[in-house]
């Protein structure tokens, strides 16, 4: 029952390097999305995806980029880290959109340091 | 700017008491609300959602909506230490291919 599987789940980048976060869903869920949380502060949107194929930006998508090439996988690339994306990340997914009341499932975070 | 705010806390409440967590939104059209908890260093996860103007309450917990007013509210009945987490609120507007705003989150302790 592995729901949305998030990995590196802890990683150190230095400043200019660049890496991919990786997610994968098991639930068969439509809508996928890349949220980042600051200490003490609420989850910003970075991307989601409605479907295989489609993605949009959120709140704060500079520096961020997504692809959804299959229902399952939401890989979140980061170019050129920067020290202001240090923060904890969390991959989502919900079977179809919140306006209906479809839950969102989270996955267990990424914690990433850029120095 | 679609604003969601919470107080940022710390609630302290004693054990067995009732906690009541508030929550205040900006974007009129907003269709369906949630509340996450969240533990230290862990992910949210959802305890309630509500989409309708009054009351729904499952277990220990009520979530009251009043649109009028935008605001709605979590309360937390015969709290137990085990409740003490990090509380988000998070509301979806209406429309096709909806989205979560976040709160910032009020943090509960609860004490013994």
């Known amino acids: 029952n592995a729901g949305v599987t998030q990995t590196p789940k802890f990683r150190i980048l230095k400043i200019g390097q660049s890496m991919t976060l990786q997610c994968a869903q098991d639930?068969?869920?439509?809508?996928m999305y890349w949220y980042r949380q600051d200490p003490g502060m609420g989850l910003k949107l970075i991307y989601y995806?409605?479907?295989?194929?489609?993605?949009d930006k959120g709140e704060v998508p500079n520096g961020y980029n997504v692809s959804r090439s299959t229902t399952e996988d939401f890989p979140l690339r980061l170019e050129l880290a920067a020290p202001s994306q240090t923060s904890v990340y969390f991959c989502?997914?919900?079977?179809?959109?919140?306006?209906?009341?479809?839950?969102?499932?989270f996955g267990e975070g990424s914690w990433l340091t850029v120095v | 700017q679609k604003e969601v705010e919470q107080n940022s806390g710390p609630l302290s409440v004693p054990e067995g008491a009732i906690a009541s967590l508030n929550c205040t939104y900006s974007?009129?059209?907003?269709?369906?609300f949630f509340w996450y908890r969240q533990y230290s260093g862990k992910s949210p996860e959802l305890i309630m959602f509500?989409?309708?103007?009054g009351d729904k309450e499952d277990g220990r917990f009520t979530a009251q909506l009043n649109k009028a007013s935008q605001y709605v509210s979590l309360l937390i009945r015969d709290s137990q230490p085990s409740d003490s987490a990090t509380y988000l609120c998070?509301?979806?507007?209406?429309?096709?291919?909806?989205?979560?705003?976040f709160g910032t989150g009020t943090r509960l302790q609860v004490t013994l």
């Open positions: 989502a997914s919900s079977l179809a959109g919140t306006e209906t009341g479809n839950t969102i499932y």
């Open positions: 974007d009129r059209g907003s269709q369906s």
């Open positions: 509500i989409y309708s103007n």
């Open positions: 998070a509301v979806s507007a209406g429309g096709t291919a909806s989205k979560l705003t």
């Open positions: 995806s409605v479907g295989a194929g489609i993605t």
């Open positions: 639930m068969n869920h439509n809508y």
